[in-house]
C-alpha cells in the first residue's frame, strides 16, 4: 500500500498526509458528505482518487460507496462479522428515520440529499409506529450519538421555544444502512413485547461499520 500511496502522492501533488487524514476521518466516521462542514474536502479527494481508496478500503474487508449526485461517501462493510448488532430499540429508530425521509423526499421537502426534521416528532413517530413508549431522555440521547457518529443524521441547535426539541437532518446514509427487508420489518411490527432485546438475527444486524 506504501507504494501505492507514494504513486497517488507522486500524481496528485498532493502530501501524503492528506490521504492518510481522509482514510482516517472515513474509517472513524464511516461516511463524509460534500454538504457537511469539515468534511468537504475528504469528499473530494474521495471522489478524485477513487481506485486508491477503492483498494485501501478492500483490503480492509470493506467497499468504498460512492455517489455523485448526492456528494456522499464511505465505506459499507462486506463481511457479516462486521456489521453492528443493533438493540432493538436502535433498530427501530432506525427504520422511523427511513421511513420520514422518504416521505420527505416524496414531498420534495430535501435539500442536497438531507431532509430536516425534530427530535418531538421522531419520538412521536416511534411511539405511532412501533407501539413503545418513548426511551428516557439518556437513552434517547445515546441512541442519536450512535447515528450520529455514523453519519445517519446531523443534529442541530434547539428551538428557542422548547430547548429540549432539537432539530435533526437526516442524511443519505440512511438509505444505505436500511434496507427494503427493514423496511418490511417496520410495516409488520405490532408493538412486541418491550422487554425483548433482540430482533431475528438477519433484521438487527446494520450495515454501519463495526468499530468495536
Known sequence: MLRELKKVVEESGKDAQEFQQTANFVLANQFASAYKHGQRKHYLLLEAYQDYFGKIFDALGMKLYLNENERLAGVLPVQREAFVRLKTDETLFL??????????IENFEVDNGFVATNTHTILER??????????????????????????????GKAYEEDSKNVIINITPVVRLIVTEAYLRQLESFNGADPDEDDLDDDEQTSALENQE
Open 126 to 155: 416511534y411511539v405511532q409506529l412501533v407501539k413503545r413508549e418513548i426511551p428516557t431522555e439518556t437513552r434517547f440521547k445515546d441512541i442519536l450519538s450512535l447515528l450520529s457518529r455514523h453519519g445517519v443524521i446531523i443534529r
Open 95 to 104: 427504520l422511523v428515520l427511513r421511513q420520514i425521509y422518504e416521505e420527505k
